[in-house]
Each structure stands twice: as C-alpha cells, then as structure tokens.
C-alpha cells in the first residue's frame, strides 16, 4: 500500500462555499476513480443527494469529478447541477465546465449488441466517444489468449471489459426460483481522452453469461428474472468463469463481485466487499495468484457509497474505494512475468 485519503471533506468543502443557498443533509455516491494518462492525477467523479431539504425550497443534486495529484492531495473540485434523463456527463478540464453535447454516438448501445461481437470504444473528434464493432470468433474463455482490454484512462480505443460487477440472481421479488440462476454483467465506467482534456463518466455496459457446464435458463425464466432484454456476452477467460462457479445465489439475495482486468488482460482483480477480501487471478489460467491486505484501521470513516475497484494505466497499480475501508486505498502491484 503506497497512500491513502479521504475524499469527503474536501467534496462537502466545496458545496459549502458555492452552494450555501441549498440547504438538507449532502450524501455523496463515489462514481469512478480514473488516472490520467500522465499518471500525475486522478479524478474522483461522484454524485451527490440532498435529504431533508426544507418544503419550499427547489431540489438540487450534483455530480462532480475531484481532481487530485498522484500522492492524494486535492487539487479542485468541479461541480455542477443535475438535469434530467442525463445519462453520461462530460467534463472538459481545460475550461472546468460540463459538455452539453452527447458524448456517445447515437444508436450505439452496448444492449442492442450480441455476442459474439466484441464492442471497441474509439475516441473521435472534440470529445465524441464513438462506438464500433469488432468481429471475433472467440465464443468460450480461452485458456491460451492474453488479448488486451485496452484502457479507457488515456487509451485511444479500448473493449467493453471495463471494472464492473458480476452477479448471479436464483429470484426477484417473491417470484419463482430458478436454478442454478442467471449470470449478469454490468459495467459503469469513467473514460479520459488521450490528451486528458475530456473526461466522460458513467459509460455503461450490460449483459448476461452462460456457464457452459450449467444448463440454460428458458426464455420464461429470464422474464422472472428480469433479465430478457440483456445480451448474451461471451465469458472472456478462464478467471472471470473460476469466479462465476464461486458465486452462490440463495433466494432473494444477489451474490456478486466487484471486478477488474489489468489493462493488458493478463490479470484479473476480484472483490468481494462482503467477506472483504481481494485476490488476483492469472486469466490464461483461472489460478489465484495473490491475496491483498487491506488495512488493518478499516472503519466505516466514507460519508460516500458506491464500490470502486480500478488499475493504473500501466498495470502497476491496483486501487480500491470502499465504505467498509474508510479510504481510497492504493496498491504496487509487480508486473506478471
């Protein structure tokens, strides 16, 4: 562990002093941690709610992206209000102000999309963050391909497989089980141009696995389970389907784990904030190859929610926000040989 902060006071700091006028309890939800592509600062986007605001008085709710240098001091804080039906905001840090222009290509949704094509974001002209499909004939893991998953910190195209959780879900509701469940995928993720001028949040990505060794689930099952309208996504390697046979889906509850890929696809990164624990996988063959500490001060010390996992550009550094810590906690991590 080379650092750690907490990113609380500096966010209620600064809604104080710009936004006196509004008044109620702020709660902050931690969106997405990304580098830049210097690797000299990180950006903390988040939203933030107001409860118990006075009867008269006009809603109001943010998002943001806190800026801080590598060694975790701040360095500004950039807000603004919410609008309705937005669903990725765009910030150009070179003049501190949110885009109104869609930064996604319209059309261009992940859940239209079905597997076997593997989805590629590609950096276009003025911040527009575009949308193509690449063909590939990969359908089941592979236990000998290391493709790269690209890196949307900097990089100038990269794949679908971005920090994102996987659940499994046996009910919904009081509705009918069904056995052994269905696997689900989904991924919001923050994306920084090359230039590290324009920084989109709350890039989404959404599907469902089979488990080749596990039967299928009917159509009717998929309705119960709510999951009909999602895209069958291949599982990209042997790490991501060691951890899917580990989830455990009793009724009523959804089993998950938060996880992420090195940007060169050789590691995979998978946390379960419920037993705390976080482990490294080798992806070409499923096999754990570490278990990380945690700090041993954990408190409940983060005003914010929302579970971030996510590595550096170059792969060497692996960091972790989570309520249960208290901190943003950051890890070297020794390249894979």
């Known amino acids: 562990m080379i650092g750690h902060f907490k990113p609380d006071s500096t966010i209620l700091s600064a809604l104080k002093t710009r936004f006196a006028q509004v008044h109620g309890v702020p709660v902050i939800y931690y969106n997405h941690i990304s580098w830049s592509s210097s690797q000299q600062r990180l950006a903390l986007t988040f939203s933030v709610f107001y409860l118990f605001q006075p009867a008269p008085a006009l809603i109001s709710n943010f998002y943001g992206v806190l800026l801080t240098e590598r060694g975790g001091t701040p360095q500004k804080v950039l807000l603004q209000a919410q609008k309705n039906n937005v669903a990725n905001v765009e910030w150009d840090l070179a003049r501190d102000v949110e885009l109104d222009t869609p930064v996604i290509s319209p059309g261009a949704s992940p859940i239209a999309r079905t597997s076997p094509s593997l989805l590629v974001y590609t950096w276009g002209e003025n911040g527009s963050l575009l949308l193509a499909v690449q063909q590939t004939t990969h359908t089941t893991p592979s236990r000998t391909s290391n493709d790269s998953v690209g890196n949307p910190d900097g990089g100038k195209s990269f794949s679908i497989w971005q920090p994102g959780w996987v659940g499994l879900t046996t009910q919904t509701g009081r509705g009918k089980v069904h056995l052994p469940g269905a696997y689900s995928w989904n991924s ?150």
């Not at 945690?294 to 550096?312: D, H, I, K, R």
């Open 188 to 337: 919001y993720f923050t994306a920084w141009s090359p230039d590290g001028r324009y920084l989109v949040d709350n890039v989404s990505v959404m599907g469902r696995f089979e488990v080749t060794d596990q039967p299928q689930l009917t159509s009717q099952a998929l309705v119960d389970l709510h999951m009909e309208n999602l895209s069958l996504l291949p599982v990209r390697d042997i790490a991501l389907l060691h951890v899917l046979k580990t989830l455990t889906g009793a009724p009523a509850n959804l089993s998950r784990q938060l996880i992420a890929w090195r940007p060169d696809g050789r590691t995979m990164a998978a946390y379960d904030n419920g037993t705390m624990d976080l482990d490294l996988f080798d992806c070409s063959t499923g096999y754990q190859v570490a278990s990380l500490l945690l700090p041993t001060n954990a408190s409940m010390g983060l005003v914010g929610f929302n579970t971030q996992l996510q590595w550096s550009p170059d792969g060497t550094r692996l960091f972790l926000l989570d309520q249960q810590i208290g901190s943003l906690v950051i890890w070297n991590i020794e390249p894979a040989r």
